[in-house]
């Protein structure tokens, strides 16, 4: 029997038709009860070739040289003792694979897959194994160029090496039935080897499965696709290709999956696309392709997938998108599109999960059509050019869990909130820099409303709200993340946002707020409990979101787990004394409090904050000393005390060896090698004299005006 598309390797495990699931269990069949029957010792050769290989097994195998081999776990005899299969996948291996291995001169099934096998392959791998149908040797750390095959005869089916350190070009194959070929996450460079397997009037059409992705390929995608007419898959993305897409691969009538995602391809997509009537997901995301989406693409009648974001795509939605009802997911987020957004028909799509619009020039209102998709778990149309209110349609996506329509034109923030309080099931809502200069929403009718029980992404930065910290967020027992920054937010910080038992990240940077570091803050739960912090479900986002760092760039995050426990409250009118209790959140990655009025003594307890990476404490009025004990802080990579009145001595060792003379600039009373004054025996000159109050209102006014950031998110 011929396995026909069948795969071993995780990535490919969606790809595997249900016919040849039972050809999978045949074989395991064939694997568990075949050993029973067969004879009572296996070929000689064939036991002193497995024993040469010498193994380690994370528990040892049942190998030994006084027993039966065709008894042996993982192998498998045939009628005349010869060893078939060799079938260890995830046995906790390691060590090297043996030359010895090519003396297994009957081998068919060679699967070696998920353990930690080390170093090259065997010359003679392909050569000598000339029975060989399936090679799996995925997910271990083998490295080296592979060994060329010179046997034209090859039986090779199944080939997968993918999540391995190759490297060099991939070389001549000799391999007349093979039907699955990947090499994925490897290092292998040069030029995709279409011709090797792509050949006219060859035996290499039976080719179901290329996997070149994640790679160090270059060069145009070569010409000769065409040639394996039966391909179903074709994946090379995460390389560095250029040129336009081969018009030869549009010829492709089977061809179901298309993915070339993060390469340098450009020019158009190219209207032969549409031909390609098999297709059910198409990739060509973060490349360089220009011009408009083919007019009639609606011809992709089963598209599942159509992600083409972060190119320099032109135009409209083409209204024969509408065709593909199948659709399930539609990215074309960062693009040039234009167009009314509001007069696109989105009722068509039933089964669209993810919606992402965002980065564009798209005008008009929300579109209304939208709330027929009742199959939507996230939503983002950001940063285009729309108008108009939140409507209370929107409640009818009853499974919408993500939804950014951050930097447009949204008016009515009270009745936004009011609607969206109805999404029972929404879980992240950014909403920047929309609603300007409206009221932040704080009445009572909030308060009272029964919403957002599962809400942990919360994100109403830069709309220049006025008012205070509403008092409805002292509800959201689910927020982990909290971005109120870029307002004009008065008042103080409110101490219960200290007992909110999931909130790891808040960003009140700024705003207008006056008063002292609320004590109770140096009590939040996930940020000095570890049995609170691993109680914190920190799951995949639906979509990812952007946030700017501090040098301008943004920084993308697919995962809770990936966001630092951050505590921003810098550029605002703060003051008093930073509590001693800060030592107590020992979870914190970033603390930020630059740009306010404190005063006292920097609190020794800082230094509990062992996994502190960030600490900005720049621009406040803090006296006394740099506690030496800060040197301790391992893992700190920025740190600035610039313009305060602190004197004496700059500690050193540890980290602050790194840190340069910005980060203790204007204290005229310190000295050290990181100062001007390198010799603390000089007299030191007078202390600075601040404005207080007036100096942070000025660079908070200063700071909004001109869009200076140091965390705001952007999706």
Same mark, same amino acid.
């Given at each position: 029997m011929k396995p026909n598309k069948v795969t071993f390797s995780k990535d490919m495990k969606n790809d595997v038709p249900t016919t040849l699931l039972i050809f999978l269990c045949q074989w395991v069949f064939i694997m568990l009860f075949l050993p029973c029957c067969a004879s009572a010792s296996c070929d000689q050769v064939d036991r002193d070739a497995l024993l040469s290989l010498d193994f380690k097994a994370s528990s040892p195998l049942n190998w030994s040289a006084s027993s039966d081999c065709c008894l042996w776990e993982g192998i498998l005899c045939g009628p005349d003792d010869r060893v078939l299969h060799l079938w260890l996948p995830g046995r906790g291996l390691s060590g090297s694979v043996s030359p010895a291995i090519t003396n297994l001169t009957y081998l068919t099934h060679l699967n070696l897959s998920q353990n930690t096998l080390l170093g090259v392959l065997p010359d003679g791998l392909f050569s000598s194994l000339f029975h060989l149908q399936v090679l799996d040797l995925s997910f271990n750390r083998l490295n080296g160029h592979l060994p060329v095959s010179s046997n034209e005869a090859s039986k090779l089916q199944i080939v997968d090496l993918s999540s391995n350190y190759f490297n060099g070009t991939i070389p001549s194959v000799a391999s007349g039935s093979l039907s699955i070929f990947n090499v994925s996450k490897n290092s292998f460079a040069g030029s995709i080897p279409i011709s090797v397997f792509c050949k006219n009037g060859s035996n290499h059409n039976n080719l179901t499965f290329m996997d070149f992705s994640f790679n160090r390929f270059t060069d145009p995608i070569p010409t000769g696709l065409a040639s394996c007419s039966k391909l179903q898959i074709f994946r090379a993305g995460f390389n560095a290709l250029s040129g336009h897409?081969?018009?030869?691969?549009?010829?492709?009538?089977?061809?179901?999956?298309? !993915?070339?995602?993060?390469?340098?391809?450009?020019? +158009?997509?190219?209207?032969?696309?549409?031909?390609?009537?098999?297709? *059910?997901?198409?990739?060509?995301?973060? =490349?360089?392709?220009?011009?408009?989406? +083919?007019?009639?693409?609606?011809?992709?009648?089963?598209?599942?997938?159509?992600?083409?974001? !972060?190119?320099?795509l032109t135009g409209a939605i083409p209204p024969s998108l509408n065709n593909c009802t199948n659709l399930s997911t539609l990215n074309l987020r960062v693009n040039n599109l234009t167009g009314e957004l509001s007069a696109f028909n989105f009722s068509t799509f039933q089964l669209l999960t993810t919606l992402?619009?965002? =980065?564009?020039?798209?005008?008009? *209102?929300?579109?209304?059509?939208?709330?027929?998709?009742?199959?939507?778990?996230?939503?983002?149309?950001? !940063?285009?050019?729309?108008?108009?209110?939140?409507?209370?349609?929107?409640?009818?996506?009853?499974?919408?869990?993500? #939804?950014?329509?951050?930097? =447009?034109?949204?008016?009515?923030?009270?009745?936004?909130?009011?609607?969206?309080?109805?999404?029972?099931?929404?879980?992240?809502?950014?909403?920047?820099?929309?609603?300007?200069?409206?009221?932040?929403?704080?009445?009572?009718? #909030?308060?009272?409303?029964? /919403?957002?029980?599962?809400?942990?992404?919360?994100?109403?930065? /830069?709309?220049?709200?006025?008012?205070?910290? +509403?008092?409805?967020?002292?509800?959201?027992?689910?927020?982990?993340?909290?971005? #109120?920054?870029?307002?004009?937010i008065t008042g103080s910080i409110p101490g219960w946002l200290g007992s909110l038992p999931k909130l790891f990240y808040m960003d009140l940077s700024n705003n207008l707020l006056t008063g002292g570091f609320p004590e109770e803050l140096c009590r939040m739960p996930s940020l000095t409990s570890k049995e609170a912090d691993d109680k914190v479900e920190r799951s995949y986002l639906e979509l990812p979101v952007s946030v700017m760092s501090r040098n301008g760039t943004d920084q993308q995050y697919n995962h809770f787990s990936q966001l630092p426990p951050t505590l921003y409250l810098g550029w605002n009118s703060l003051s008093g004394n930073i509590p001693i209790e800060i030592g107590q959140l020992k979870f914190l990655h970033e603390l930020d409090l630059s740009h306010n009025n404190f005063s006292g003594s920097i609190p020794v307890q800082i230094s509990n904050l062992s996994n502190l990476e960030k600490l900005d404490l720049s621009y406040n009025h803090l006296s006394g000393a740099i506690p030496a004990s800060l040197t301790a802080l391992n893992f700190l990579s920025f740190f600035s005390i610039a313009y305060n009145d602190l004197q004496g001595f700059v500690p050193s060792g540890g980290q602050f060896s790194t840190f340069t003379i910005s980060s203790f600039e204007g204290n005229p009373r310190l000295c050290g090698y990181q100062t001007a004054q390198q010799s603390c025996s000089l007299s030191p000159p007078s202390p600075p004299v601040f404005a207080g109050t007036q100096r942070s209102s000025n660079k908070i006014l200063t700071a909004l005006i001109f869009g200076i950031t140091f965390s705001i998110f952007l999706v």
């Open positions: 897409l081969p018009d030869d691969i549009f010829g492709l009538a089977d061809l179901q999956q298309l !993915s070339l995602p993060v390469n340098r391809l450009s020019g +158009p997509i190219g209207n032969g696309i549409v031909g390609l009537t098999n297709l *059910k997901i198409l990739e060509l995301y973060s =490349n360089q392709l220009v011009g408009d989406i +083919p007019s009639q693409i609606g011809n992709l009648v089963r598209l599942e997938k159509l992600v083409l974001h !972060s190119n320099n992402d619009l965002g =980065n564009n020039n798209f005008t008009g *209102k929300l579109p209304q059509s939208l709330y027929s998709c009742k199959s939507l778990t996230a939503i983002r149309l950001a !940063s285009n050019n729309l108008q108009g209110q939140i409507l209370p349609e929107i409640v009818a996506l009853e499974s919408l869990a993500f #939804l950014s329509i951050s930097n =447009n034109n949204l008016t009515n923030a009270t009745g936004a909130f009011m609607v969206l309080m109805g999404c029972k099931n929404l879980t992240t809502l950014v909403l920047t820099k929309s609603f300007l200069l409206e009221t932040l929403p704080n009445d009572e009718s #909030l308060a009272d409303l029964d /919403g957002f029980h599962k809400l942990q992404v919360l994100a109403i930065g /830069g709309c220049k709200f006025t008012g205070q910290v +509403p008092t409805w967020i002292a509800k959201l027992k689910s927020l982990q993340v909290l971005d #109120l920054a870029f307002n004009l």
